[in-house]
């Protein structure tokens, strides 16, 4: 039994920050459990893509498109998933989606394909304007 629940989103002027908050909770916690917590966003015309992840070894991974902008991180036992934005661009616009993978690690190419993350949250709306 796995809740994931987004939170942070809004509309923002174009290089504002927004901070990003995912709560990954599971009924049968395990403190020494691999996991992969990944930030994902969906952009209009746009393929669902790979914003961030991060996982139980500290590994960070980021999209090229976030040129040194993001910080993906955990905070606290509920490991709580932040993603702290600054710099934000009107092409950042999206829907914003945290997805938890457990008893892995994340992969060099946990990006690249939605399909490896079991759990998803409902998302939270990030808008940028000019």
């Known amino acids: 039994q796995v809740q994931v629940i987004e939170s942070g989103g809004g509309s923002v002027q174009a290089g504002g920050s927004l901070r990003l908050s995912c709560t990954v909770r599971q009924s049968a916690y395990r403190a020494d459990a691999s996991y992969c917590f990944a930030w994902f966003r969906q952009t209009p015309g746009k393929e669902r893509e790979g914003v961030a992840a991060?996982?139980?070894?500290?590994?960070?991974f980021y999209g090229a498109f976030v040129r040194g902008r993001f910080a993906i991180a955990t905070e606290g036992a509920e490991k709580t998933l932040t993603l702290q934005m600054h710099n934000l661009k009107p092409d950042d616009t999206g829907m914003y989606y945290c997805?938890?993978?457990?008893?892995?690690?994340?992969?060099?190419?946990?990006?690249?394909?939605?399909?490896?993350?079991?759990?998803w949250g409902q998302g939270t709306q990030v808008t940028v304007f000019s």
């Open positions: 991060t996982d139980n070894w500290g590994n960070k």
């Open positions: 997805a938890a993978l457990f008893e892995n690690a994340c992969y060099s190419w946990s990006l690249e394909s939605t399909e490896d993350f079991g759990y």
